[in-house]
C-alpha cells in the first residue's frame, strides 16, 4: 500500500439523519483533522485521513480524537477506516469497527457483509433477495454483465468503488466563514471621501483576514447605517473571487459615487462571505492568458459598477431556424469556453432590429428610404409550427436608394406584408 | 489599405452618415483577425460600445468573426460609451475597442487619445458626419460614403492621416 493511496475514516451515527445544519456543525469541527471532509446523507462524516496520519499519530488516535470529540456532543459513532469510501460507510452501518489498512483486508472483510448496508433502493433489494442473494460476496460473484443489465452500471460501479477496483472522489465540504467588521464614525457625514475612506479601513482589515486564511471573497455587502436606525445597503459582486480587497476599492468608489442617501451615516458595517482557495495567479505556464483574464474581468467589473448589471454581455448563437431566436445574450462572458465556432447559418446580417419593421409599399414593391431592389433571394424559412409560434418568411437581401443594404422579408401567411429584420454593413 | 492596415495604438475616428451605414461590414475583417488569432497573434477580446442596433450573432459569425470573443456593452447615456471606452482603453483587456457616440468634448476625445497612444490597440470611435468640421486629436479620421447602385462597394475617405497621405480609397465589401 503506498503512502499517497487513500485512507477514508468513516464515523456512522446510527441515532438517524441529523439536522443539516447540525451536520455541518460537525463536518466543520471535523475539518480540524483534515481539509478533506464530507458529508453523506446527513448521518455519517467520511474524512480522508491519510495526509493526517503523522501530525496525529495514527488512524487509531485520529479515531480515538474524533470518538471523544463526537461523544461530547451526544453521538455515539460507529467508526470504520478503510482505504475506499464506500467500504468504509458499508462496514460502519453494518456495525462493524476496524482498521483496515490494504485492499485485500477491506476485500475479506467486506465479503460476508449483509447487501442491507448498501443503502440501496427497496425494488434493487428485493430483486436481489429474489435471487438469494444476502451477502455482498454473493453480489461480487454475479456475472458483471449480467448484474449491470439488471441493476444499472451505476449500481456495478459502486460496488467496484466499494472494493477500490475504481477509484472515487468526493468534493470536501466547504466550511463557509463570514466576515464582519464594523467601523464608528467620528462625526456625521454624507461626504463620499469620508465613507470611502472609512470603508478602506474596514476593507484593509478583511483583506488581513483573507490573507490569513488563504481566502478570497466574491461578494460584499456594505450597510450605511443612519442615525435614525435605519441603513442604506450596497451590494458588490465580482466575476471572480478576490484574494485581496484592493478589487472591491474601486468598485464601491464608483457605487458610492452614485448612491444618493436619504441621511447622514454614523456607522460603516461591512460583510462577506469567504470561500477557501485562493484566487489563481499569473505564475504558471498560461501565465500571460490568465493576467489578460483579470484584467478583463476587472474592466467588467467596473463596467457593471456604472452602466448596471445587464449592461455587459457576450453573444452566442442558437440552434434556431428562426431568425430572431437565432441568438442569445451571455451573461457571463468570461465563464463561456473559447472554442471556436465558425458554423455560419448563411448569408446573415450583423445588425437585427429588436421587432421587424413593417415597410410602406408602393406599387406592390417594399420601401424603405426609397424603393428597394432586392439583390438576393428569396431564402425561405418555414417553421416552428411545433410550438405554435411558426414563421412562413421568404427573406431577401435589398437596396435602398442610398446604397444601404437590408435584410426583409415578405410573410407569406398575411397578405404579402413585406418587413424590415436586419441591416448588413 | 492605408498602406499597411488600420493602425494601433492611437485612436481612430470613423464618420458615418445617419442611420444605416456600413461601418461593421468595413471593420469586420480586422475583427474577424483579432477575435480568432492567427499564426502571430493570440486570439483576443474586442468590445462593442453602444452600437445602434443590436448586434446579430449569426451575421457576425457569418463574418467570421468568433463569437466566444466579443463584448457587448449597452449604455444609458451618450457619455457613458466615451467613459467606457476610456475604461476598456486603459485596462489594456481588449485588442480591438469600437465605440458609437455622438458629441464628444475636445477634453474627452484628448483622454481617449492620450489613453491610445499608450497601448498598441486598435480603437475607432464611429461618430457621425456632421462632426466632421469639428477638431479632433484623432490619428486617423475617415468618412464612410456609401455607394449608390448595385455595387457592394463604399468609399473611405481619408481626410487626416498623422502617418501617410489623405485620399479615398473605395473598398468592395464582401
Not at chain 2, 463574418?63 to 476598456?88: H, K, N, P
Request: net charge positive; proline share 7%; aromatic share 6%.
Amino acid at each position: 500500500m503506498s503512502s499517497s493511496s487513500p485512507l477514508w475514516l468513516c464515523a456512522w451515527l446510527p441515532a438517524g439523519p441529523l439536522e443539516a445544519i447540525v451536520m455541518e456543525q460537525l463536518a466543520g469541527w471535523a475539518a480540524g483533522f483534515t481539509p478533506g471532509v464530507s458529508i453523506e446523507a446527513d448521518q455519517a462524516l467520511l474524512l480522508e485521513i491519510r495526509g493526517s496520519l503523522q501530525l496525529f499519530g495514527g488512524p487509531e488516535r485520529i479515531q480515538t480524537l474524533l470518538r471523544q470529540g463526537l461523544h461530547a456532543c451526544g453521538h455515539e459513532p460507529v467508526i470504520s477506516c478503510t482505504p475506499t469510501v464506500r467500504g468504509s460507510l458499508w462496514l460502519a452501518r453494518a456495525g462493524i469497527e476496524c482498521t483496515l489498512l490494504t485492499r485485500d483486508e477491506l476485500r475479506h472483510r467486506l465479503l460476508p457483509v449483509s447487501v442491507e448496508h448498501l443503502g440501496w433502493p427497496a425494488a434493487t433489494m428485493k430483486m436481489l433477495a429474489q435471487m438469494g442473494i444476502r451477502t455482498l460476496g454473493e453480489c461480487v460473484r454475479l456475472p458483471r454483465q449480467g448484474f449491470a443489465r439488471r441493476f444499472g452500471p451505476a449500481r456495478l460501479h459502486e460496488l467496484d468503488q466499494g472494493f477500490g477496483r475504481s477509484p472515487e472522489l468526493r468534493r470536501p465540504h466547504v466550511v463557509p466563514e463570514h466576515f464582519a467588521d464594523t467601523l464608528e464614525l467620528p462625526v456625521e457625514t454624507t461626504c463620499v471621501d469620508a465613507l470611502l475612506a472609512g470603508f478602506q479601513r474596514l476593507l484593509s482589515r478583511l483583506g488581513e483576514r483573507l490573507k490569513s486564511r488563504q481566502a478570497s471573497a466574491e461578494t460584499l455587502q456594505c450597510d450605511l447605517r443612519h442615525p435614525d436606525g435605519s441603513h442604506t445597503e450596497l451590494h458588490i459582486r465580482l466575476c471572480r473571487p478576490a484574494a485581496s480587497a484592493a478589487a472591491f476599492t474601486e468598485l464601491l468608489r464608483l457605487r458610492l459615487g452614485a448612491l444618493v442617501l436619504p441621511a447622514p451615516v454614523t456607522l460603516l458595517v461591512l460583510k462577506a462571505r469567504l470561500s477557501t482557495g485562493q484566487e489563481a495567479t499569473g505564475s504558471d505556464l498560461l501565465g500571460r492568458e490568465l493576467q489578460a483574464d483579470s484584467d478583463l474581468s476587472g474592466l467588467l467589473e467596473r463596467l457593471r459598477a456604472r452602466l448596471g448589471r445587464h449592461a455587459v454581455r457576450g453573444l452566442a448563437l442558437v440552434d434556431e431556424y428562426r431568425p430572431e431566436r437565432a441568438w442569445r445574450p451571455v451573461s457571463n462572458p468570461l465563464g463561456t469556453n473559447r472554442r471556436v465556432s465558425r458554423q455560419a447559418p448563411g448569408c446573415r446580417p450583423v445588425w437585427i432590429l429588436p421587432v421587424p419593421q413593417l415597410l410602406q409599399r408602393a406599387a406592390g414593391q417594399p420601401v424603405h428610404d426609397g424603393a428597394l431592389c432586392l439583390e438576393r433571394g428569396p431564402e425561405r424559412i418555414e417553421t416552428g409550427w411545433w410550438d405554435g409560434d411558426d414563421i412562413r418568411r421568404d427573406y431577401y437581401v435589398a437596396r435602398n436608394r442610398r446604397g444601404v443594404r437590408l435584410w426583409v422579408y415578405q410573410d407569406l401567411r398575411s397578405v404579402a406584408n413585406w418587413y424590415l429584420h436586419g441591416i448588413f454593413g | 489599405m492605408l498602406g499597411g492596415g488600420w493602425p494601433t495604438g492611437g485612436l481612430t475616428e470613423l464618420l458615418i452618415e445617419a442611420g444605416a451605414s456600413a461601418e461593421l461590414g468595413l471593420l469586420s475583417p480586422v475583427l474577424t483577425r483579432l477575435t480568432c488569432g492567427d499564426a502571430t497573434v493570440d486570439p483576443a477580446w474586442v468590445m462593442l460600445i453602444a452600437p445602434p442596433w443590436i448586434p446579430y450573432a449569426p451575421g457576425l459569425c457569418w463574418q467570421g468573426l468568433a463569437l466566444s470573443r466579443v463584448l457587448v456593452i449597452d449604455v444609458r447615456q451618450a457619455a457613458d460609451a466615451l467613459w467606457a471606452m476610456e475604461a476598456a482603453l486603459g485596462s489594456g483587456a481588449c485588442a480591438g475597442i469600437i465605440a458609437w457616440a455622438g458629441t464628444a468634448g475636445r477634453v474627452a476625445l484628448q483622454r481617449l487619445h492620450l489613453l491610445a497612444g499608450k497601448r498598441p490597440v486598435w480603437s475607432v470611435l464611429i461618430r457621425a458626419a456632421r462632426f466632421r468640421r469639428e477638431r479632433s486629436p484623432a490619428m486617423l479620421r475617415l468618412q464612410l460614403h456609401l455607394q449608390p447602385g448595385m455595387q457592394a462597394a463604399v468609399c473611405v475617405e481619408i481626410f487626416k492621416n498623422r502617418l501617410r497621405a489623405a485620399g479615398t480609397v473605395r473598398v468592395v465589401l464582401p
